[in-house]
């Protein structure tokens, strides 16, 4: 059984609709949150598409020290293990993309390869629906094991990271080439912890 705020999340997340539209699953139905004195609305978080990659590509480029490159992204549309999702809202009237988060799922091993929410709209708990709905998706999908990396300064991925129950299993030398790596991992092998 998952513990403490995964289960929460999850919970949260299967309260809402979780969805399977003509392109793949589709999560929408959040309540609006406010983030930096800024409210989003509207919130949907659906399968990456070429219309997104302008607006997935202004918050990667910003978010990055080496951040990926437009090709990269656009490769990942089309590689069948990746799963690229973008989370839309609604902020000042105008529909934008407020976060993406990039997974491959490969025989029950799911890894999170890249997570950016847009600067000017964190601490309003956008990562957390993100990574929320991604592990939900995965479970679905009979994932096994998740990880991923972050670099060692980032405190703020690591700190979400852990209230989902990741733990660090190592550290990759210099992974980012100026910058260890935590490798972290959770195991989803007991199911969820959701209400029936
Ligand atoms: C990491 C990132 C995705 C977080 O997005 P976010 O929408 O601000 O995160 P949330 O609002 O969902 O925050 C979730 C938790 O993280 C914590 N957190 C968020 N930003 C933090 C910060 N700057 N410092 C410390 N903790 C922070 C909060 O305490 C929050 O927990 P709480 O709800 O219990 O208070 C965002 O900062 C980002 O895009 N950073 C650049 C890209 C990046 O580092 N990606 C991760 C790569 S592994």
Redesign the pocket.
């Given at each position: 059984m998952i513990s403490g705020?995964l289960s929460t999340e999850l919970t949260l997340s299967k309260a809402l609709a979780f969805c399977y539209g003509v392109s793949g699953p589709t999560y929408k139905g959040f309540l609006p949150?406010h983030?930096n004195n800024k409210k989003v609305t509207d919130i949907i978080i659906e399968p990456m598409s070429e219309d997104d990659l302008d607006g997935v590509m202004e918050?990667e480029e910003?978010?990055?020290p080496k951040c990926w490159p437009r090709d990269l992204m656009a490769r990942e549309l089309m590689n069948p293990v990746s799963y690229p999702f973008v989370m839309h809202g609604t902020v000042d009237d105008k529909k934008q993309v407020v976060?993406y988060i990039v997974i491959w799922i490969v025989h029950g091993d799911a890894h999170?390869l890249?997570?950016?929410?847009?600067?000017a709209?964190?601490?309003?708990?956008?990562?957390?629906?993100?990574?929320s709905f991604a592990l939900r998706f995965m479970v679905e999908r009979g994932t096994v094991v998740v990880s991923?990396?972050?670099?060692r300064s980032?405190?703020?991925?690591?700190?979400?990271?852990r209230?989902f129950g990741f733990n660090q299993v190592y550290v990759r030398d210099k992974y980012y080439g100026d910058e260890d790596a935590i490798v972290m991992s959770l195991a989803l092998t007991e199911g969820l912890n959701e209400e029936k």
């Open positions: 705020n949150l983030a918050i910003v978010s990055f976060g999170i890249d997570l950016a929410v847009a600067p709209l964190r601490g309003g708990g956008l990562a957390k629906r993100l990574i991923l990396e972050v670099r980032n405190e703020a991925a690591i700190k979400i990271y209230s």
